[in-house]
């Protein structure tokens, strides 16, 4: 989806729409391309802004607390095989890519899919879903996203349901895996990600973040 003029509501409930599912007919992720004209601050407050937007939704819709597992900017250039990243077995992941003369592909599986379909025998449910898928990319293709386009040169958000479905419907989420298409350590390649666990409402946060702090810091960790 391209963003011409940041419209915070319209970005909360575009992303609600095709996020949250339980079954497979929603994609579970959403890819927001803000161009150039926005500043790195700006860009920023918008995924505080979203973060806000979805923490009311999840309260009414699932009676739960959104509750930081960590918010930080990051210069990367990584490559990972498909995987969930480390969190609760609910929980949603905002990537926020700057422009950046690194290239970089980035690509969605959706493993429920893969594992419930014809072209695999399940054995033991139990054993299927693993943090990092351990098959071929061959095997995966048919339930695979490449996002595209995937402007190096703008500013680019993807929010992915990151929930494990092993042991709860209630969202099925989506493995991720980043490749750089050229590396180069004298360029920075700078990705703004947070994820966030939705946990029971009477349960205490774990994390207080400072959120001006990282709307505004110009620090970026290596």
Known sequence: MKIETVNIEEIINHSIQNIFRTDTSKPGYVLF????????????????GLKNGLATFIQERYNKQLDYQWLGRFDQQVNTPYHLDNA???SILMLGYEP???ESELFLADYDSYY???TKEIEKEGALYEPIIQESDADILPFRVKLDPFDNRHFKLVVINNSNSKSNREMLGLYHKATIIEPDLDKSRVVNSMMLNLIPMNEKLKNVIDVEHFINTTLVNK
């Open 33 to 48: 391309d803000f161009g150039t004209q926005i500043s790195s601050s700006a860009f920023r407050a918008v995924m505080i």
């Open 88 to 90: 609760s077995e609910q």
């Open 100 to 102: 950046s003369g690194i």
């Open 116 to 118: 419930h379909s014809n």
